[in-house]
């Protein structure tokens, strides 16, 4: 028999921002459904109305586009199982709860919310864990009737057998059971405003759109009982579960707020770029082999596979993507580079568009230094900004090396005004020698010598290679701001 074509689905609530839990999830069926030659579906659970968001939903579109991946069946593109969006299929869930109660399977529930409220003073007085007491399982057609001749409006109830097991298998965690009596008594599919609840929408959307694997976190693994008590109900045959590894911060507790952000809005607009967060975030609980790291979209949308997911949780670790993404850096082009920071450097007032033909020129030559050194596309304005407009003020720390003072930085500064005419002609080969028998002479740690004069005539510790930078102000300016220093440094020696 032919097997039939993957059809996997990526289906948020948008309750929040997308952090990277669940663009994981995003791209890991996106991959699985690339590889196996699939369909990737989009599809919006947006049933909790209360706390759905427009805000959430805009954010959920322009973070796959930034990530470059696209649904083939979902909102805005249709396909032949919509709509793709929950509060649109509404209609559906209510026939098809009422189909579980006229089967048997489900029950009208006519419970107020005072009198639940009691049962659960009740159960925690006797230090009994909350569950529905099946009050309406077994009503009476007369006590039924009674109900809605007051006007109640039930809410609809799953029958979950009293006694048994549940059985299932998840592809990663392997065959589970879970004994009947452990599972939640009797949920509610329907709620009394007629909407479902994430349980029976989610289980008939994943039916009606041929879903064939559920890849998504294992927060939802306790969910699984239930649903397969629900498929059971229908009569019809789960798709495949394959409950994804956690992804823990660096200290092994699940990745929150508390690591940092995790929005990846955030993850944008500080700089990084698309490349390095999909690369990154698709390590995570998952490897190719032992040693390759480095994976394009392209790359992953072939090799991807669910035999190479990891049983262990897996790490996010902020500082190796930091590292991914001065990689990603790197191997981008001077042009595109220039392209993707031209927004921070307006934003920071360093240069405007249309820009002068002298700022374009200092901007051509300041790309491939900055290029090296840029962890984030928001570093640009520290790192090349100087090269811009001088420094307007100096930090000592950072001026003043650990070990020496005031005299002795200014006795360095007046040692670098001498040496302007070699760094301006010699080759930064030619120049290191020169530089290394300086300090020699002088006693002084070459670093701590370079330092100086980087924090002189840049104002930041983080400029790129300090040599080139001078070459690039030209001897007349870098004169100027070197004595502005040894000026301000005379200053406060002689108070
Ligand atoms: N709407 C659920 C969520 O926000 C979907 C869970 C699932 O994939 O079944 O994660
Ligand atoms: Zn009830």
Partial sequence: MEKPEVRVRYAPSPTGLQHIGGVRTALFNYFFARANGGKFILRIEDTDRERYSDESLDDLYSTLEWLGVKWDEGPVVGGPYGPY?????????????????????????????ERLEELREKQTKEKKDFGYDRHCRNLTPEQEQAYKDAGIKPVIRLKIPLEGYTEFEDFLLGPMKKRNSDISPDPILLKSDGFPTYHLANVIDDHFMKITHILRAQEWVPSIPLHVQLYKAFGWEPPVYCHLPMVMGSDGQKLSKR???????????????????????SLIGWSYDDSREFFTRQELEELFCLEKLNKAPGVFDYKKLDWFNGQYIRKKTDAELTELLMPYLEKAGIVHTPMTPEEEEILTKAIPLAKERLKYLSDIPEVIGFLFKAPESYNTEELIPKKL??????????????????????????????????????????????????????????????????KLLGAEETEKRIQKVINILKDEVTK
């Avoid at 299929?89 to 529930?109: D, I, M, P």
């Fill in 405 to 470: 003072d005031k005299e002795r930085t200014l006795e360095l500064l007046n040692v670098h005004a001498g040496m302007i005419p070699q760094f301006i002609e010699l080759s930064e080969e030619a120049i290191e020698p020169v530089l290394r028998a300086k300090c020699d002479e002088l006693g002084v740690k070459l670093g701590d010598f370079l330092m100086i004069l980087r924090v002189a005539v840049t104002g930041t510790k983080i400029s790129p290679p300090i040599v080139g930078s001078i």
């Fill in 85 to 113: 969006v929950q509060s649109e299929r509404t209609e559906l869930y209510r026939e098809y709860a009422k189909k579980l109660v006229e089967s048997g399977h489900a029950y009208y529930c006519y419970c107020t919310p």
């Fill in 259 to 281: 690591h940092g952000s995790t929005s990846l809005r955030d993850f944008r607009a500080k700089g990084y770029l698309p490349e390095a967060i999909l690369n990154y975030v």
